[in-house]
């Protein structure tokens, strides 16, 4: 009742003596009750008091203020007075439209003078309570060696004894809850002392429920970067605190509140991200031992979720140091690559120790490492940026140690490979001595497990020189032999795997066998000889140039061997993602154009042509990956012959059912479909990696497809209700149309525009997408896809099938996609960017040819700009609305300023106003300021704005002129936005106090 009394300006329209009576007689009702009230009731009647004093206060109640502070210098009254000035923080700057935006400024700007003595009252009942809640503690015994330091300084000697009371834990616990508030909006250098700190860090150190609290209130002050004007003081007070909390949890590791330790650990993380750049080279800082104590901080957790933050430290700290290496004066970095040694060889050392399975057993066997076969996909298909909520504790565990020692390895490249070679070497020997150890009868349980641990350690290594392969690329000279023998190693391990066959003894793996896990060393190696490719072709291109170390049969014969350990996975029974890790690394492999792969000696193209014997063999993405490899190497040598007897090969069965008599009664035999969706996936693939040659190997590939790309647009009458057909026939068709637009344009439209809006003007096609199937809007975003890219083409012979297009989008599609929202998410942005590509393209056309569509076609964006449904969809049409503007000049048109500006300006406007959506709100405002600026001030602020104002009868007269002079002409970006807020704001509070609830537009 209360909140609609002030808001509606029922309060403001009581008598000066009505109101003066009603705001003593509530805060001496509070005072007098607030005991008896309970928690909700006492809350609500002190934000009653505070709402009258946002109205009031500070000329018809201007000891407002002073009657709040007055209560906190009263014991009895102390808690209602903090817990008020906690409610004022919230009212005073709350978003809600409840105030006119003149009036929050000047609330808010009042609020802040009065700042000083709020945050002195809240400091000085914070100090009373801990010193008549404390008791001083004897000094701690200290070595003569350590009081003789400097580190002593540093250290906390002024221990207490934790007495507080329940009574005064709740009014510190009300006083540090007040300055978290505060503090999210108070220009912290312009009000904050730095003495608070201090004061926040003693009660961080009493080790109660209050510390946490007390760390949550340095976070928030830190978030925000503060940094007072005398900076150094303040930085050596942080900085001695920190480090002597760090001292104090490192000696009892084991009395740590994880919570606690969390909070700690955000507040290392802000204080190095901020300032560490800043203390770094003072000598008053002992930076290294604030490093030793972060490194024992970060090993000593136990905590998944906190020893990774812990590890984001160090890498902001590792980002910091290399930044130098960019810098102007590269002595900067020399200098911290010698300050820093021992403690990142350190760092790397721990890292390593503790993310082995042999060095760390019982801590690595305890974290979740579910499902390894999910590991096994995600790392045969290099899908390592996997959310990390979708990731299991040991691979965060192991990829946050990759990432810290790659980035130490940029630091030290040299250091860091003679520290993992023998590691790795060391780890090699004992993998390949386990089919000894497991095939000598009965398999223990201890040997299974021994083995497991070989196994993930040398996984971990294969991880770690996958990341670390390109600095044998930038030392090429100096690291030619060491690499010469890493990767021999590597294919020692395959060759191994494939002549052991250790995981035959466990037959199809199961979660977390040892089966599991050696099919993914298996993946990983042949990962880590692909990440060696570029040394690889480094090596190549040195011989060629007489320039390299090794010779050409050694070359020959270190490719033979990577040919050979890749197609045997071929001819044998194996799990098909290792498979497809094989067909990787030879896709890459023939991709490289190695000369001596091509003409040195064992004559491995043919060797690599005779591997399509084997696809019968494959899963179909294997087999595409197969097919690439082998085009890849035919390309390169320019066998013309034979990769049209590669292309007949792949599609021989596909041509045969298509030119069968009898194709349309066996069309949907499973054996059939399956054949053709297998043709046609492969076939995309191989269109898809000669996307980027050159015009005559495309010319090779649209002559040897373009018998398959006219039967696949056939192929979309005939399966017209099988969408997992279509799906592939289009995905082939986008490929190909993708890959041949520039050479074959022509011949593209004319073969394809007449079969998708045959398809698309089918009379079934309300049925197709009312199926609620994701399949049929998979089939529609893929043809759409299709049509906006050849309606990018400007040539004229795409001027015939225009008209068609749009009144096919406009008059049939658009219709049935707007009425179903689950159409309109998936579909309607299709439809847009068909949209804004016709009309970016084909402006000149429908300018001058077809007016009319061109104004249906720019009026679908506009009505888009109406719509509050999806978010996503909104940015969307705003940026292909500014893309227009960009490229066309749009807003500055005669037909946007005759047909256009208003109704888009007039669904912006309301859209800002009903904050329907706030997180578009900067991109909304660009927009209007943009469109502004092309059509005038005059035509915007003379024309626009009183007849939008106009349509709301509701609103007074007064009221309208108010909202007219908040948006003022010829405003910079930056100020408009402010006028736009507030704008905003006023209309909403007049809607509010006039109880506007007609509808917004008649």
């Avoid at 996997?386 to 940029?410: F, K, M, P, T």
């Amino acid at each position: 009742m209360w909140d609609d009394i002030c808001s509606s300006g029922r309060w403001a329209a009581m008598g000066k003596e009505d109101r003066e009576r009603m705001r003593s007689f509530l805060f001496q009702f509070l005072l007098t009750n607030m005991k008896k009230l309970q928690s909700y009731s006492g809350n609500k009647l002190m934000q009653v008091i505070v709402t009258i004093g946002k109205i009031d206060w500070p000329h018809d109640y201007p000891d407002f203020l002073q009657n709040v502070l007055s209560l906190c210098s009263s014991p009895e009254t102390c808690t209602i007075g903090i817990q008020m000035i906690k409610v004022i923080s919230e009212e005073f700057t709350s978003s809600r439209e409840d105030l006119l935006s003149g009036r929050k400024k000047q609330l808010r700007e009042l609020l802040v003078q009065h700042m000083p003595p709020i945050l002195d009252q809240l400091a000085r009942i914070l100090d009373n309570v801990f010193q008549n809640n404390t008791t001083s503690l004897p000094r701690p015994e200290i070595s003569a060696d350590m009081a003789n330091s400097p580190l002593s300084a540093f250290l906390d000697n002024n221990l207490v004894q934790n007495n507080f009371r329940k009574d005064t834990r709740l009014i510190a616990k009300l006083c540090l809850e007040t300055f978290q508030h505060l503090v999210t909006w108070i220009p912290l250098n312009q009000v904050l002392q730095p003495v608070t700190f201090d004061l926040v860090f003693r009660y961080i150190k009493l080790n109660d429920s209050n510390s946490i609290l007390s760390l949550s209130l340095l976070n928030e002050v830190m978030e925000k970067n503060y940094l007072p004007s005398s900076y150094s003081d303040f930085l050596l007070m942080i900085f001695k605190n920190i480090f002597s909390i760090l001292h104090v949890v490192t000696l009892s590791p084991s009395d740590g509140d994880e919570e606690f330790l969390g909070k700690l650990t955000r507040f290392t993380y802000l204080f190095v991200s901020n300032h560490f750049r800043r203390v770094e080279e003072k000598s008053t800082f002992p930076i290294m031992e604030f490093l030793s104590l972060l490194f024992k901080f970060t090993f000593i957790q136990s905590n998944v979720e906190i020893y990774l933050a812990n590890l984001e430290i160090w890498e902001v700290l590792l980002d910091y140091f290399l930044s130098k290496k960019e810098g102007r004066n590269t002595q900067d970095f020399d200098v911290a690559r010698q300050r820093y040694f021992e403690c990142l060889m350190s760092l790397q050392q721990e890292l390593v120790k503790k993310t082995c399975f042999s060095t760390n057993t019982n801590e690595m066997t305890q974290l979740d490492d579910s499902d390894p076969l999910l590991h096994l996909h995600n790392q045969a298909h290099n899908l390592h940026d996997v959310e990390e909520e979708n990731q299991s504790d040991v691979e965060r565990y192991v990829s946050g140690a990759i990432n810290l020692i790659y980035r130490i390895s940029q630091m030290y490249p040299n250091q860091v490979l003679e520290f993992m070679f023998p590691k790795f070497a060391e780890t090699t020997e004992k993998f390949c001595k386990l089919d000894s150890l497991l095939k000598s009868g009965a398999v223990s349980q201890q040997s299974s497990t021994e083995a497991l641990i070989v196994v993930k350690d040398l996984t971990f290594y294969l991880r770690i020189f996958n990341q670390l392969s390109h600095h044998f690329v930038e030392d090429y000279e100096t690291k030619f032999s060491p690499c010469n023998m890493l990767v021999n190693y590597l294919l020692n391990i395959l060759g191994y795997i494939y002549t052991s066959k250790i995981y035959e003894v466990y037959g199809v793996p199961s979660a977390n066998s040892l089966g599991a896990h050696m099919m993914i060393l298996h993946v990983q190696a042949f990962g880590a000889v692909k990440s060696f490719l570029e040394w690889i072709a480094q090596y190549d291109s040195r011989l060629q140039a007489a320039q390299a170390l090794g010779s050409t049969s050694d070359l020959a014969t270190l490719l033979g061997k990577i040919v050979d350990l890749v197609l045997v996975n071929f001819t044998i029974q194996i799990n098909p993602e290792i498979q497809y890790s094989a067909a990787e690394l030879l896709k890459a492999l023939t991709a490289a154009n190695l000369i001596t792969l091509k003409t040195g000696p064992g004559n491995l193209p043919e060797k690599i042509f005779n591997s399509i014997g084997f696809v019968g063999k494959m899963s179909t993405d294997v087999q595409a990956k197969v097919f690439v490899s082998v085009g890849n190497i035919l390309i390169s040598v320019q066998d013309k012959e034979k990769f049209n007897q590669l292309i007949q090969h792949c599609t021989k069965s596909f041509v045969d059912i298509t030119n069968s008599p009898s194709f349309s009664n066996i069309c949907n035999q499973p054996d059939v479909m399956k054949q053709l969706a297998d043709t046609m996936l492969i076939t995309s693939e191989i269109v898809s990696s000669f996307k980027s040659f050159n015009k005559q190997v495309k010319s090779i590939i649209f002559e040897s497809l373009q018998n398959i790309f006219q039967s696949s647009l056939k192929l979309l009458q005939i399966y017209f209700n099988n969408p997992a057909m279509l799906k592939e026939a289009l995905n082939f068709i986008h490929k190909f149309v993708e890959c041949l637009r520039a050479q074959a344009a022509v011949y593209l439209i004319e073969q394809s525009f007449p079969v998708f809006l045959n398809f698309l003007n089918n009379v079934g096609l309300g049925q197709f997408i009312q199926r609620k199937d994701e399949s049929e809007i998979t089939v529609l975003i893929k043809i759409f896809d299709i049509i906006q890219m050849l309606t990018e083409d400007s040539s004229n012979k795409i001027e015939g099938f225009l008209p068609n297009v749009v009144n096919l989008s406009l008059t049939v599609l658009l219709p049935i996609i707007v009425a179903d929202e689950r159409l309109s998410s998936s579909l309607l942005p299709c439809l847009y960017k068909l949209h804004h590509s016709l009309i970016l393209h084909h402006w000149k056309y429908f300018h001058d040819r077809n007016p009319m569509q061109l104004e249906a076609l720019l009026l679908t964006f506009v009505q888009g700009l109406a719509r509050s449904d999806f978010i996503d969809l909104y940015r969307l049409d705003l940026e292909l609305l500014q893309s227009l503007n960009s490229k066309q000049n749009l807003y500055s048109k005669q037909i946007f300023g005759q047909k256009i500006f208003f109704q888009m300006m007039k669904n912006l406007i309301f859209v800002l106003v009903s904050k329907s959506h706030n997180l578009l709100r900067e991109e909304i405002m660009k927009t209007i300021y943009t469109v502004i600026l092309a059509v005038g001030w005059p035509l915007f602020y003379g024309e626009f704005l009183p007849v939008f104002l106009d349509q709301f009868a509701m609103l007074s007269r007064e009221q309208k002129n108010h909202l007219l002079t908040v948006l003022k002409t010829d405003l910079d970006f930056p100020s408009f936005s402010v006028a736009v807020n507030q704008f905003a704001n006023d209309w909403s509070v007049f809607a509010k106090m006039t109880s506007l609830n007609a509808p917004l537009f008649s």
